[in-house]
Structures are given as C-alpha cells and as structure tokens.
C-alpha cells in the first residue's frame, strides 16, 4: 500500500494537468492542446494529517513521516482511444496500471481553453470517457471469453462457471455500463480481478470549477449538479476543486495558504479534499507510530490484522510478531504522554487477530 496509485484521467483541456501540477507541484507541461502529456507524470503527495505534528510535539521526535498517495497523470482520452485514436492504447495501458481513477471533468465556460467536443457538457464527457474504457474492457473480456467457452465445452467445471460470469460482465459493458455494476460473488470476484478490468477501478469524479466559483460552486454550479447526479447512480463520491485555485495555493506557505482559504470561503484545500475521498474510496486507514527518534504514519486497508500492518513497517515484525501495544489518539493526547496512559490502564495488548483502527498509536512486540 505504500505505492497507493491514483490515476488521474479526462479529456484533453478539462484542468488534469493543472491539477496535477498545483497538487503535486511537479511541472508537469499543461499546454492548451490535447496529447500534450504522453508519458504519465508521476507525484507523490503527503497526506495532510494534524495528528503527526501534535505527536511530534509530544515526543520531541527527531523527524515525522507522513502517508502519501501517488497521483498519475493520464494524458487526455478522446473518442476512438480504446480503437487506438489519438494515443488511446498507450493511455489505456496507464489506467490499468493505478488502483483508483479520479475522473476530471470540466464544470466552466472559458472561452479562452478550447474545449476537444466544443461546448462545456460534462456527462456528454464523462460517458465519452467511459465509453472508450468500457469498449477497451469488452475487447478483453472477449478475448479470455473465447479462450473460457472452449475449456467450457470439454465439460471443465470452472471454466463453465467462468464463461457464465464472463457474458454477463460483458452483456454489460456493451450497454456502456462499468464492469463494477455487475453483481457478483465473491468467488466471481477473484477471477474477474485476474482481468485487471478498466471499468472495475474504483472511480471518483473531479468537478473542476471556475476560481471565482470555488466556494459556492458545490450547490450553485448547474453542471456540479449534474455530475453529482450522474455519480450518484454510479455510487460515486464528487470532489468540487477549482484547479486555478490549487495552482495558487501550491505557490503559498503553509500559513499564507490558510489565510488564502479563509479569503476564499473555504474550509480546506482541495488536494485535502481529494486525498480524503480517495481514502474512502480504496477503504484506507492510518495508524500511527509515535517516538523520539520518529513519529510516522502508515497506510493499510480497512480489516488489516495487527501482524500485517507489523510488517507494512518491516517483514521481521510480522514474522516475530508476539503482540501490538495499542492506545487511541485521542485517548494517548487526553492522557498527555505513554505513561500516563499506561496507568489509566488504556494501553491495551493485542494479539494476531486484532483489526487495526484508524489513528490507533502503536508499538509492535516482536522476537526473529
């Protein structure tokens, strides 16, 4: 989970690539021309988390860590990608390799920005996008299909049950719908996972709105409206961000930023935002390690048991694993210190089974 990758994917001149830049100040080239971003621009971002500096506080520590989220700039899609347009194989060969899709659309008039269909419709958009990632994942359904339906003719079990999972996943696609509609067991699941399908991702939509807008845009914009609405049948979470803002703040000083924010009537930024949906969406959490020589944040997903999120931190934790010593955030800063904690009896001693909680502060016990 170290890796966590998020692709971030759109038409050509929706505000990827300013997006990009402003959230992982990288520089990635944001020409007002489609094809601009041909091999995908990678940053790393740290996840934005008050608990850390309070620890660090507390500890004295010599450094902090954050978690951070990897975000993949995806050059822009147009119609005829999955059929090789544009540069559409090559672009499609980068979603598959992310573990969520934060899908941009563009919610503003600017005359100014050419738009690739020329006119502002962000669900005429978004089912382009989707069309061409539905039609990529129908040509390799098809492919294992046939391989399946000949297993299946000789009588073997599996493949029958494969190839009856396979039509219906494809009857699907082929209404341009994503594969993540199909209702399936978890059996199924597993092998549908083995197709590492597009349309299986896990995807939130970015609303990108004018500067001015940032603020009210979330219950005044007519096209935010739509996309939210269009998400919702999808079960998909919207993130309203004005790009142009985010490029400003990433120019500011973490103090400059949020007397920026407040000017602009916002609560926080819209990279925190973003980060936070993306957590919810891949089911992450945080747990924390707290000391004087360090204090860090680990990302897992949620059900992680105590010896697995041991070895996020090392291999030899988890194979020594004897017990976790564990004490909420919250209770340990009410406490004021370890210790103090320790004789409120609310550091606990948990064993192989325990499920990791989210801001749980942890020291692991471990013998190799």
Known sequence: MSNLEVGIVGLPNVGKSTLFNAITKAGAEAANYPFCTIEPNVGVVEVPDVRLQVLHEMYNSKKTTPASIRFVDIAGLVKGAAQGEGLGNKFLSHIRQVDAVAHVVRCFDDGNIT?????????????????????????????????????????AKEAK?????????????SEGQAARRVEITDEERIMLDELTLLTMKPTLFIANVAEDEAATADKDNPFVQKVKEYAAKENAEVVVISA?????????????AVEFLKEMGLDESGLAKLIKAAFKLLGLLTFLTAGSDECRAWTITEGTKAPQAAGKIHTDIER???????????????????????????????G???VMKDGDVTYFRFNV
């Open 320 to 350: 020594g694993f004897i017990r976790a010593e564990i004490v909420t955030y919250d209770d340990l800063v009410a406490a004021g210190s370890t210790n103090a904690a320790k004789e409120k009896g609310q550091v606990r001693l948990e």
């Open 115 to 155: 738009h690739v269909e020329g006119s502002i419709d962000p669900i005429r958009d978004i089912v382009i996008i989707n069309t061409e990632l539905c039609l990529a994942d129908m040509e390799t359904v098809e492919k294992r299909l046939d391989k399946v339906s000949r297993a299946a003719k000789s009588g």
């Open 161 to 173: 049950a494969e190839e009856i999972m396979l039509k219906k996943v494809y009857e699907v696609l």
């Open 352 to 354: 192989k089974e325990y």
């Open 244 to 256: 142009r803002v985010e490029s400003e703040i990433a120019e500011l000083d973490n103090e400059e």
